[in-house]
């Protein structure tokens, strides 16, 4: 389903799931299935963490990576949100980091493109966005 869906379901309209995972959905065009990027979505629904200075998102990034990351296991969105409201200066910090569903293009160019290539439930590495020094990402459902 598309954005321009005729759908009556609830919050979660155009909604696909890949993978078959729970933590794996999509919205708009374009399958997200497992080990895919985001290429071909109109939406994602992410959480992240946004800090001015590196040494903070390289903090807040290191104990993702103690915790999971290093064992190649990913976080849980609950965790995750733990270290956003922890580390993210961001005002949706306060809510775990959520960001919501949003489109694509509605987000700044680095932004953009960490979302829309990062495979849901993975968290990303820490990069430099346009109006921040870093941030780091983690797609969701």
């Not at 379901?9 to 959905?25: L, P, R, T, V």
């Not at 493109?113 to 439930?121: L, M, P, Y």
Request: hydrophobic fraction near 30%.
């Amino acid at each position: 389903m598309g954005k321009d869906s005729k759908s009556k379901e609830a919050k979660g309209k155009g909604k696909q799931a890949g993978g078959g995972s729970d933590e794996s959905a999509s919205k708009g065009k374009g399958k997200a299935g497992k080990g895919d990027g985001l290429g071909t979505c109109t939406y994602v629904k992410a959480r992240h963490i946004l800090c001015e200075k590196q040494g903070k998102i390289n903090e807040a990034y290191k104990k993702l990576q103690d915790g999971w990351l290093s064992n190649g296991d990913k976080v849980p969105p609950a965790e995750f949100a733990k270290v956003a409201q922890e580390y993210s200066e961001c005002p949706s910090g306060k809510k775990g980091g959520d960001l919501g569903w949003f489109p694509r293009g509605k987000m700044a160019g680095p932004f953009q493109e960490v979302a829309f290539n990062t495979v849901i439930g993975a968290t990303s590495a820490p990069f430099k966005s346009t109006y921040v020094f870093s941030s780091s990402i983690q797609l969701h459902t």
